[in-house]
């Protein structure tokens, strides 16, 4: 993946947060930021029986530990 501030940017707001509702990810970032870091393994989905959520994965903190920080 690029390093572009918004990609920066993006995982750095997933890497803080860990966790939360999927629609509030998206509406922070963007529909295809959030399905790129899906594809690539850097965040997981799953739901409560009110909303779908997303954490970020052991993959997305490596990354951003290792090429990032």
Do not use: H
């Not at 918004?6 to 890497?15: D, P, R, S, W």
């Not at 947060?17 to 509406?27: A, C, I, M, S």
């Not at 799953?46 to 997303?54: A, E, L, M």
């Amino acid at each position: 993946m690029p390093k572009d501030d918004e990609f920066t940017n993006a995982l750095k707001y997933i890497y803080e947060n860990k966790n939360g509702k999927y629609l509030d990810l998206v509406n922070e970032l963007s529909q295809e930021i959030v399905d790129k870091f899906c594809s690539v393994g850097f965040i997981k989905t799953g739901y409560t029986t009110d909303f779908k959520t997303w954490g970020i994965t052991s993959l997305g903190k490596e990354y951003f530990q290792d090429f990032l920080l």
